[in-house]
Nanobody, 119 residues
Framework: QLQLVESGGGLVQPGGSLRLSCAGS????????MSWSRQAPGKERELVACITSTGSSANYADSVKGRFTISRDNPKNTVYLQMSSLKPDDRGIYYC????????????WGQGTQVTVSS
């Protein structure tokens, strides 16, 4: 069964940075697009960033463009989300997902990692 495990969340001050990681196993990682989504309390889950299976292309939500960078290391079966200039509105549980394509359905979700942005 496909497995995704996120790490790297935590508490950070506004303006700070964090790097999230998501390690995949039990599937052919390089065959899937990978994405990060987040869910704040009382809000719907929103797609933050997605990267194609080869890493050749990525897209971002307008709210994070210029501040977040998604990348992947296929030999390590890992996708990253580098977050900088963090704002309180960036708080939430961040989930990685394996997707058939960036515009397609999610194959599987990770369990999530909590990000809190607060002074």
């Amino acid at each position: 069964q496909l497995q995704l495990v996120e790490s790297g969340g935590g508490l950070v001050q506004p303006g700070g940075s964090l790097r999230l990681s998501c390690a995949g196993s039990r599937f052919t990682f390089s065959n899937y697009a990978m994405s990060w989504s987040r869910q704040a309390p009382g809000k719907e889950r929103e797609l933050v960033a997605c990267i194609t299976s080869t890493g050749s292309s990525a897209n971002y939500a307008d709210s994070v463009k210029g501040r977040f960078t998604i990348s992947r290391d296929n030999p390590k079966n890992t996708v990253y989300l580098q977050m900088s200039s963090l704002k309180p509105d960036d708080r939430g549980i961040y989930y990685c997902a394996a997707r058939y394509t960036c515009s397609g359905a999610v194959r599987s979700w990770g369990q999530g990692t909590q990000v809190t942005v607060s002074s």
